[in-house]
């Protein structure tokens, strides 16, 4: 800690000379990059809609209420298939992305000048991309429906599971697996036996976290005709329902906390 | 690690084998789960549509599709590809910024250590209201508020900013050594200068983590919300495959996949020298 001579009295800074000014520099352009784009932002916006918000918000809280409860017999139906999409997707997911993940994990690759690059690259794709411009993607080649949506999920859980599960298992104790590979196991029997015990409980415990956060995503992706209640939440927009869409919120929102629940009823009984 | 005995069979005159005991002990219980397990998936598989014409139509799709993901357009849309990644930059950095202002305070209110009862059920319960919709449908509503363009978009991230960053900063607070803030108490600190001095160079580090991560996020999002008009790529990006023009599609995707590379990269870079 830089400590200063001011005539007798010693004061203490937090930084010294050269870096408060690199300090003062950086925030000093961070700032005027968020002014800068604050403005393209604001000359871009019509404020006369921005005062009015809170008069149109009003209004459209008026068209929701009271929510039309009536519907929500015709939504068992969307809220099952939302629940199948997550789940179904979840499994494909993790299905693709368990191999992935060995192959991307500095320990358990085969190469970690060719394949890990590639496996990881893989990793980042697949969570660069949303789940919804997936979904965009697979309604074009398989039509709407839920095998889309399930596709879409499948494909955006492989680099979110396949990134934890890595790192679980470049975090495992070489030891054990030292240890079975002294008893001269082979490749196969190395992994069974001294790898995937160690990552079992995260690799369950990731899964189902992956799926608490599935079941939200499948819960919009009916808006691009992947199946779903999303579907039922674009007709009643598209129909000026607001009434209806109120009741699918109430849904979603039920659908929702009842899978927080259950991830961590489901993660407490495997950590 | 001995073997169980009940996961031995010592039958005479053959060799003793080791099995690995089941991961739950109970076998009924371990049955009806598997059954059960079976029994949902077979119902879930029942109830996907697979239209099988469709998919073979599909086929021919799929190849046009990816013949087109191999050839990459930027150039005959290039302008509105480029107004697109531009606003959905400046949405990133404006909204990650509002983000991060407002999740300092509800992150210090949510945490049971420092906040007063009232102040820390308000919070939890403005932190959880804000992570409950997805940020789709949170588009949806202000878009309808705040009318189109990319001002509902940043409203859109801002609250989706703070659910993320409040929480993880409220559980970091929760988990500090409560020795250092007692040391400056013990100096005559205000509430403040003990939050300012104790707590904030505690959790400093992780915290610009989880920012630098959050604008990752949030300029992914930002691809997303612009299909209910939203503001920025994303509405470049749907218009592009309601025209099927897939070759723009695949470079507006290649674009959106290298910016969040440079970001990670870049993000990388930082924490390495903050840490």
């Known amino acids: 800690m830089p400590v200063e001579q001011q005539g007798d009295t010693r004061i203490w800074r937090r930084r010294d000379r050269k870096a408060a000014l690199r300090h003062f520099g950086v925030t000093l352009a961070v700032a005027a990059l968020v002014v800068f784009c604050a403005t393209i932002i604001s000359d871009q916006t019509t404020w006369e809609f921005v005062g009015s918000a809170p008069l149109q918000g009003a209004d459209l809280a008026m068209r929701m209420w009271p929510p039309r409860l009536s519907y929500l017999t015709e939504l068992w139906g969307p809220v099952i298939d939302t629940i199948h999409i997550a789940t179904l997707g979840t499994i494909l997911g993790v299905m693709i992305a368990s191999p992935l993940a060995f192959l991307a994990a500095n320990n358990t690759t085969p190469s970690r000048a060719l394949v890990r690059p590639v496996a990881l690259a893989l990793l980042v794709t697949s969570r660069s991309v949303n789940s919804i411009i997936w979904a965009l993607m697979l309604v074009v080649i398989f039509g709407p429906g839920m095998l889309s949506g399930i596709i879409a999920i499948a494909l955006r859980s492989v680099g979110f599971c396949g990134k934890l599960l890595y790192e679980a298992i470049e975090e495992i104790d070489a030891h054990t697996v030292e240890a079975v590979a002294s008893t001269g196991a082979s490749r196969l029997q190395v992994l069974t036996f001294g790898v995937i015990p160690q990552i079992a409980p995260a690799f369950a415990g990731i899964s189902v976290y992956r799926w608490d956060i599935n079941i939200r995503e499948a819960t919009v992706l009916g808006l691009v005709g992947a199946g779903g209640i999303g579907m039922a939440l674009q007709g009643a927009i598209d129909t000026l329902a607001w009434s209806r869409v109120s009741v699918i919120f109430l849904v979603i929102l039920g659908t929702v906390v009842l899978s927080e629940w259950v991830s961590a009823k489901a993660r407490a009984a495997v950590i | ?275």
Not at chain 2, 201 to 206: S, T
Not at chain 2, 239 to 259: G, K, M, N, Q
Request: glycine residues 8%; positive net charge.
């Open chain 2, 1 to 275: 690690m001995s073997p169980a005995p009940s996961s031995t069979t010592p039958t005479a005159g053959a060799p003793r084998r080791w099995r690995r005991p089941p991961h739950i002990a109970n076998a009924r219980t371990r049955w009806a789960l598997y059954i059960g397990a079976t029994l949902y998936l077979l119902w879930a598989l029942s109830s996907v549509d697979i239209d099988v014409v469709r998919l073979f139509e599909g086929m021919s799709r799929a190849r046009t599709f990816f013949a087109a993901a191999l050839t990459p357009d930027f150039f005959t849309r290039w302008s509105d590809i480029r107004a697109g990644i531009l606003e959905s930059l400046t949405m990133t950095v404006v909204a990650t910024v509002a983000g991060i202002a407002l999740s300092i305070p509800l992150g210090l209110g949510a945490a049971r250590n420092l906040a007063s009862r009232p102040v820390y059920l308000i919070c939890r319960a403005i932190l959880a209201g804000t992570r409950a919709f997805h940020e789709i449908i949170l588009a949806i509503m202000l878009v309808a508020m705040f009318g189109f363009g990319p001002f509902a978009g940043v409203v859109t991230l801002v609250v989706s900013t703070i659910g993320f960053l409040g929480k993880l900063i409220a559980e970091d607070i929760e988990a500090i050594q409560w020795n250092a803030v007692e040391a400056v108490e013990s100096a005559g600190a205000s509430w403040l200068q003990r939050v300012v001095y104790a707590v904030l160079p505690q959790i400093m580090p992780r915290f610009i983590g989880l920012s630098l991560y959050r604008l990752d996020i949030n300029f992914r999002e930002s691809a997303v919300i612009g299909i209910v008009g939203a503001g920025g790529i994303g509405a470049t990006l749907t218009t592009a495959f309601d025209r099927y023009e897939f070759e723009a599609v695949s470079a507006i995707l290649i674009l959106i996949i290298t910016t969040v590379f440079i970001a990670e990269y870049i993000a990388g870079a930082i924490r390495r020298k903050v840490l």
